[in-house]
């Protein structure tokens, strides 16, 4: 019975167990699957089997955590160890999680004692983001100690509370690993050997690195060398990625056909003079990057050799996700080569605001400037916000001094300059330019003495832009061989818009003008508006053609109009009261209103009246009115009449500056006594009326009278008394007496005499008298020569003329 109950029992045992081997997968699962669930572990499939040795080994296992898929395949496992021969871990996007905001915590690990080591012939891991799979072999050859093996070198030590370890990895596996379409990746090589801890809350990585990126883009090689130690740190909960690179050396090399991508121009051989091939970047003890807020305390990018660039960035934060709009940073850079004694610059930018202040000094400008220099210095400071997608407000300023300066024929010497813009954020803008200047010279030019401003308002919103203009400039003065022009002052307005439309109002030498001009690109239309105003300030012009010429009263007044394209203008003009001393010589009360036009190089005046009271030259001529023209450039004065010894003259025509000509004087009407009794001390008196025609010949500067003529008109006396002359004549020649003596006092019938003047102003008078003596009761006919040099006879009347004296003395003393 015993041996019954037995087999009975031993039948269900093993029938029991016969089951449990042949279900085991299901119950397997179905005890183990809720345990690994609540870690997060999906086990989607599972087959062992007993080996004869009494090992596990399980064909495969399938296990999920947080998307996350890992497949083992070949596993064999004793109480000793676990050995598996492929594992296939599938690396994913991680899920959205409600604990994502969950900080981490200190490892603590509860590591048994004992447990089987572990060695996974063969991990491969896969991802989108890699180029291939990453291939590895994990060795425990200790409790808790790893090593990895493969595509990456590495050991590993796992405590409680940490895990360490060091790995080495270079580009090679990063150029197989790293799914990117940057072709930069090929031109970089490194490798490096860091070692690691983690504590579940930090990860450390020190050790060193070597690394050097080698590009070349069209011929120019850059080569940039990374040697030194670095050290990283991470901290799960802030987020924050801490680098240590002030052990780095950093390389920056270029080779000189570098210099040829500079574009083609005028200042490419300058420029590329000035760049640096070789470089050293120097990086701060820490760089932290805090979720997307990116901290450098400084940056030191510096030059090697004679070519001193020195840049320095400090102080810089920013968000990765918005760099432009974040950026805060302080910027000083100095420049020192060969050609550039100091370019400074300092700058802060704190998101869109950017200020700071330059210097620039030069002891000369470059070749390619179109003009030489001495000694210049550029400096100014700037403030300007919202420069990124907009236009910038703020404010630059810029103070520019030269100690002399060539350009386009110009000579300057003494510069100095100063610029000032600014814009609000209605976006008015004002530029505003001063300058002064000791002195310049352009060709026969010299111009000292200047200073000028220059304001521009305007508004750049939306429509059409206007620009208001405002400008003042003084110019002590202005020399030339050929004229003078000295204290000159111009004030101007316009509006800039599509065209410039200007105002000027100026002051040469005392002379106002105000000048209205419209230009643009089909034309440059201008007027000019003389006012009224007195002569006298015109001397200063008069004095430099004739310094003998004064005008000492009188008013002008004028408007000019034409186009500055055209070469062209028209003209009116009006002279009013206007007195002139030239010399001995006193013009009085010149009146004249004439119009024309200049037009392709010829100045055209229409026949104009003028007329004049009286000019003194030792002889009084009074009354004279006339005509004058100007005909392509030629002045011409016809028609000229009036009054001279109580009679008229008059002139037909005479060319200005004409070198050979003849113009033809007459005479009507003459009183016979005013022409004798010029020399008031002869004891002559003459009285009748006289008429005459003097051939006036101009010959290259001579000037000569050439069978002129002289006649009476009507009959005439003639009286000698007290004449020394002829008394001494009749006193050695006394067989003359009886003629001479009829002379002393004649009755003239009629007069007769040609005229002959020479160059030198000696006058030949050929004289016949016919008359009748009363007293001797005899007919008289009586041929005579006479010789004067009327030049010095006239000049000893001027210079006894009392009015001429007067106004002499009152003007040629005061210089006006």
């Known amino acids: 019975m015993f041996k019954r109950i037995g087999l009975i029992v031993g039948a269900v045992l093993l029938s029991t167990l016969l089951l449990g081997y042949v279900f085991r997968l299901p119950l397997l699962q179905w005890v183990i699957a809720p345990e690994l669930k609540k870690a997060g572990i999906t086990l989607s499939c599972l087959d062992f089997s007993i080996t004869s040795e009494l090992n596990i080994h399980a064909d495969k296992v399938c296990l999920n955590y947080q998307n996350q898929q890992l497949q083992l395949t070949g596993i064999t496992a004793n109480t000793k160890r676990v050995d598996i021969e492929n594992a296939v871990l599938k690396v994913n996007p991680l899920p959205k999680s409600d604990n994502a905001n969950q900080l981490a915590k200190n490892l603590d690990l509860a590591l048994p004692l004992n447990r089987p080591l572990i060695n996974i012939k063969q991990l491969v891991v ?59 990746i090929a031109d970089f090589n490194f490798n490096t050997q860091q070692a690691f801890s983690f504590d579940g809350i930090e990860l450390e990585l020190n050790g060193d690195i070597s690394s050097q990126f080698a590009h070349t883009y069209e011929q120019c090689k850059v080569n940039v060398l990374t040697t030194g130690k670095l050290a990283t740190r991470f901290n799960l909960n802030s987020q924050a990625l801490m680098f240590n690179t002030d052990l780095l050396n950093n390389k920056i090399n270029l080779t000189p056909s570098c210099t040829e991508l500079i574009p083609p121009s005028e200042y490419a051989g300058f420029i590329s003079k000035q760049v640096p091939l070789n470089w050293q970047l120097k990086l701060p003890q820490s760089i932290r990057l805090e979720g997307s807020e990116l901290s450098v305390p400084v940056i030191n990018l510096m030059s090697e050799g004679d070519k001193q660039f020195d840049i320095l960035i400090t102080d810089t934060t920013l968000n990765i996700k918005s760099p432009l709009e974040d950026l805060q940073t302080t910027l000083s850079a100095q420049i020192n080569t060969p050609d550039i004694n100091n370019i400074s610059v300092n700058a802060q930018l704190a998101g869109t605001v950017i200020k700071g202040d330059y210097v620039v000094m030069l002891d000369g400008l470059p070749e390619f400037a179109p003009a030489t220099a001495n000694g210049l210095s550029l400096s100014g400071h700037f403030n300007i916000s919202e420069f990124i997608d907009s236009k910038p407000i ?198 004249s209103v004439f119009s024309g036009e200049y037009y392709s190089g010829k100045l055209n005046v229409k026949p104009s009246t003028f007329n004049l009271n009286e000019f003194r030259a030792g002889a009084v001529i009074k009354a004279i009115e006339g005509q004058w023209q100007v005909n ?40 016979a006594s005013k022409l004798v009794t010029l020399d008031d001390k002869s004891g002559i008196v003459l009285t009748g009326r006289l008429a005459g025609s003097l051939p006036v010949h101009f010959d290259s500067g001579k000037i000569e009278i050439i069978d002129g003529s002289l006649f009476s008109q009507g009959t005439g006396n003639l009286k000698i008394t007290n004449n020394a002359a002829f008394d001494s004549v009749m006193q050695q020649q006394q067989e003359l007496q009886p003629v001479l003596g009829l002379l002393t006092n004649l009755d003239i019938q009629k007069l007769n005499s040609s005229v002959a003047l020479k160059n030198d102003g000696w006058l030949k008078l050929g004289v016949n008298l016919q008359g009748y003596n009363k007293a001797e009761q005899q007919q008289v006919n009586f041929n005579y020569n006479h010789e004067e040099n009327v030049f010095t006879l006239l000049r000893a009347l001027r210079l006894s003329d009392e009015i001429t004296q007067k106004v002499e003395q009152q003007y040629s003393q005061k210089g006006n």
């Open 126 to 184: 896969k991802s989108n983001e890699l180029n291939k799979p990453l291939k590895i072999s994990i060795l425990e050859p200790e409790l808790n100690k790893f090593n990895v093996s493969g595509d990456i070198n590495a050991s590993a030590i796992l405590t409680a509370n940490k895990v360490s370890g060091q790995f080495e990895i270079n580009d090679t596996f990063l150029k197989h690993v790293i799914n990117t379409k940057n072709t930069l």
């Open 394 to 591: 703020g404010l630059i300023n810029a103070k520019l001094t030269l100690n002399s300066v060539d350009a386009f024929d110009i000579s300057a010497v003494q510069y100095q300059g100063g610029l000032t813009a600014k814009m609000d954020k209605q976006l008015n803008a004002e530029v505003a330019l001063t300058q002064q200047l000791k002195s310049a010279e352009y060709k026969e030019f010299k111009v000292t003495d200047i200073s000028n401003t220059l304001t521009a308002n305007a508004n750049l919103g939306v429509g059409e832009l206007f620009a208001d203009l405002t400008a003042k400039t003084n110019i002590k003065a202005v020399n030339s061989p050929d004229i003078k022009l000295n204290n000159i002052k111009v004030e101007s307005t316009g509006l800039q818009s599509r065209a410039l439309k200007a105002t000027h109002h100026a002051f040469i030498n005392d002379v106002e003008l105000v000048v209205n001009h419209h230009m643009s690109s089909q034309a440059h239309p201008f007027e000019v508006i003389i006012p009224e105003q007195s002569t006298l300030p015109l001397n200063a012009f008069i004095r430099q053609f004739e310094p003998l010429a004064q005008l000492t009263k009188g008013e002008f007044n004028g408007y000019i109009s034409g186009d500055v394209n055209l070469q062209s203008a028209s003209f009116n003009m009006g002279i009013s009261h206007t007195s002139a001393l030239y010399n001995d010589y006193l013009a009085s009360d010149l009146n």
């Open 632 to 671: 392509n450039n030629t002045a011409l004065i016809n028609d000229v009449k009036g009054s001279v010894f109580g009679g008229e003259f008059s002139l037909d025509t005479y060319t200005i500056g004409k070198p050979n000509q003849v113009a033809n004087v007459k005479f009507e009407n003459i009183d």
